[in-house]
């Protein structure tokens, strides 16, 4: 009977296990799926343009408030949507502002929040709402506003105005 080569046996030992754990590793390696790192890409251009439409919001905001402020209210009456100044004329805005003690004393508006909607349908986004949320300071107060817009060709327009959750200005029968 031959003699045992017991180094040969522990390095032919160790070698299997050295190619047993390679191949599991190597295994292991390729099954596994690994998540792709995410690409930083430039903002959409539906981004850039809700940013454009909350600057627009803010500014009509403003000119809106500065005009009622400076009791020019038929400068304000033509802010509103088309659809409002069809069912409320002049006179009549004049008498629904002078009738509330916040929007007649109204010395500012400052918008803290705006939010749009399109459908997702929309590749125009010709179906799409705006609204904003801030706080009207007065004479009689501060109190929260929302206000609602519509475009009117390229112009915005205010279509209704809540005060603390009430409607002050809106085309409800």
């Known amino acids: 009977m031959a003699k045992r080569n017991v180094g040969l046996e522990i390095a032919l030992s160790l070698g299997a296990a050295v190619v047993f754990?390679?191949?599991?590793?190597?295994?292991?390696?390729?099954?596994?799926?690994?998540?792709?790192?995410?690409?930083?890409?430039?903002?959409?251009?539906?981004?850039?343009?809700?940013e454009r439409n909350a600057d627009d919001v803010r500014a009509l905001?403003?000119?809106?408030?500065?005009?009622l402020a400076n009791r020019e209210y038929g400068r304000a009456h033509s802010l509103m949507a088309p659809s409002f100044r069809d069912r409320v004329n002049a006179d009549a805005f004049r008498a629904l502002v002078m009738e509330d003690a916040q929007l007649a004393g109204i010395e500012d508006v400052a918008i803290f929040r705006t939010k749009e909607q399109r459908a997702a349908s929309d590749a125009n986004a010709t179906l799409m709402t705006l609204s904003a949320t801030g706080m009207l300071k007065s004479r009689a107060g501060t109190v929260e506003i929302t206000m609602h817009f519509v475009r009117e060709g390229d112009q915005l327009r205010i279509l209704t105005v809540l005060l603390a959750g009430v409607p002050a200005l809106t085309i409800a029968p």
Do not use: F, K, N
């Not at 799926?33 to 850039?48: D, K, L, N």
């Not at 905001?61 to 005009?67: L, P, R």
């Open 21 to 50: 754990g390679v191949g599991l590793w190597l295994y292991i390696d390729h099954s596994i799926e690994r998540p792709t790192p995410i690409a930083m890409t430039p903002q959409s251009p539906g981004a850039a343009q809700a």
């Open 61 to 67: 905001a403003t000119q809106w408030a500065q005009a």
